[in-house]
């Protein structure tokens, strides 16, 4: 049980353009997602909690208008990075957990890796 | 002070052996904590979870909090090759739901 996919694995793309990320909680409901990055050696660096129904909340110093979030479903949350450029390039990793107790831990998705030419 | 402190390594331990690795947390209100592995290249996928002091078993990992302190740790016995990767430990605030990371310590287990 609690499955969470990430689509796409990994994406190369122009710079200037914008790409969206999909995430998706398989078999269970989440409310909450969490999109991570991670730069090479580095640790997961939260970007934004997304909320089903309302905006998300970004972490200080995270772009609103460049990384855009949608949390439409109680099952799906999508990242567009608007305008990418080459210093996007990194590892995107959301996250969901199953259940709202504060012993719950965090599934995350296989992560997409962003390349930005 | 970072929020969650662990050594990013590397520790090299020999197969067979006990690998012993630390973590710190400033937040005294901190309730839920947590050991994820991270493989290069992969996401994490969580290791172990404790609550309350004392230790917890599970396998060959044992994971031990002390509040007090404010030290988690994790210790994997009988250390394989396959052992070898990131150990991130990740520490839940009182009232907020976001996880907190620590930077990871990396792990090698040498034949």
Request: hydrophobic share 30%.
């Amino acid at each position: 049980g609690a499955v969470v996919s990430q689509h796409p694995s990994w994406v190369i793309c122009k710079s200037g353009t914008s790409v969206k990320i999909e995430c998706r909680s398989l078999d269970f409901q989440a409310t909450t997602m969490f999109w991570y990055r991670q730069f090479p050696k580095q640790s997961l660096m939260l970007m934004a909690t997304s909320n089903e129904g309302s905006k998300a909340t970004y972490e200080q110093g995270v772009e609103k208008d460049k990384f855009l979030i949608n949390h439409a479903s109680l099952t799906l949350s999508t990242l567009t990075v608007t305008s990418a450029h080459p210093e996007d390039s990194s590892f995107y990793i959301c996250s969901a957990r199953d259940s709202e107790g504060l012993s719950s831990p965090l599934h995350f998705g296989n992560g997409t890796r962003l390349t930005v030419t | 002070q970072k929020e969650v402190e662990q050594n990013s390594g590397p520790l090299s331990v020999p197969e067979g052996a006990i690998a012993s690795l630390n973590c710190t947390y400033s937040d005294r209100v901190s309730q839920s904590f947590f050991w994820y592995r991270q493989y290069s290249g992969k996401s994490p996928e969580l290791i172990m979870s404790i609550y309350s002091n004392g230790d917890k078993e599970d396998g060959r990992f044992t994971a031990q909090l002390n509040k007090a302190s404010q030290y988690v740790s994790l210790l994997i016995r009988d250390s394989q090759p396959s052992d070898s990767a990131t150990y991130l430990c990740a520490v839940k605030g009182g009232t907020a739901s976001k996880l907190t990371f620590g930077t990871g310590t990396r792990l090698q287990v040498t034949l």
